[in-house]
């Protein structure tokens, strides 16, 4: 993999933050959230970043899979802050150059009255992007 995503506050044009599990791993986004009260998640800032040598030339589409991605929502970020969330289960496009630095986007998650309660490890972030060496 050339790009990744990053959790735990990443700062915009920064290398920090917790990269986010990639297949089974202990870095997960973890979120508890009331079905009962169809509780939505305060947003998460998440960043996304290649590894060295490499580059995203026309930015990212971030797509989210899994059982119940259609309860995730992504927004751009807007100087530090979430922009519009797109509709639960949309994608998002980052159309900036994305290097070897954090990219900031932002993501929110919601329960519904109907679930039952579950630890639900099916929702994916995936990325597509045509990667070059730089």
């Given at each position: 993999m050339y790009i990744h995503v990053y959790e735990n506050n990443p700062t915009a044009g920064g290398t920090d933050g917790t990269l986010v599990s990639e297949g089974i791993s202990a870095t997960p986004i973890t979120i508890?959230?009331?079905?009962?009260?169809?509780?939505v998640s305060a947003?998460?800032?998440?960043?996304?970043?290649?590894?060295?040598?490499?580059q995203a030339?026309?930015?990212?589409?971030?797509?989210l899979v899994g059982t119940t991605a259609a309860k995730w929502a992504m927004a751009p970020d807007s100087?530090?802050?979430a922009g519009?969330?797109?509709a639960y289960g949309a994608p998002l496009t980052i159309s900036s150059v994305i290097g070897?630095?954090?990219v900031i986007f932002w993501a929110e998650a919601k329960a519904t009255?109907?679930?039952?309660?579950?630890?639900?490890?099916?929702?994916?972030?995936?990325g597509q992007a045509q990667i070059s060496a730089v």
């Open positions: 508890s959230l009331d079905a009962t009260s169809n509780q947003p998460i800032k998440l960043a996304v970043r290649c590894d060295s040598g490499f030339n026309s930015g990212v589409t971030i797509s100087g530090g802050v519009i969330f797109g070897t630095t954090n009255s109907d679930e039952i309660p579950q630890n639900d490890i099916s929702v994916k972030f995936q």
